[in-house]
């Protein structure tokens, strides 16, 4: 279950393991390839040009409200949680 100020989020089954990597991660800079590989099973993730990631972070900060702005966006390599931000 994933909450925040004591709400209970409804985040679909991908958008759930997707923060949990980001949790996982502490505060570690996890790349699209990684995250399609974790999340998505895609075993060969460097050969897929998608943007499913992107796609699925977008949603999961407007579900997480103001706590979405601590999903970070690292150009050019993929996301990390800000415990800070």
């Not at 925040?4 to 991908?14: C, H, M, Q, R």
């Amino acid at each position: 279950t994933a909450s925040v100020g004591g709400e209970a989020l409804a985040l679909t089954p991908k958008e759930f393991d997707l923060l949990r990597a980001l949790v996982e991660a502490r505060g570690r800079v996890l790349s699209r390839e990684f995250l399609l590989d974790r999340v998505w099973g895609y075993s060969r993730a460097s050969e897929i040009e998608s943007r499913t990631v992107d796609v699925h972070v977008r949603r999961l900060r407007v579900k997480l409200g103001p706590e979405g702005r601590r999903i970070l966006t690292v150009k050019s390599v993929g996301y990390r949680l800000d415990a800070s931000a």
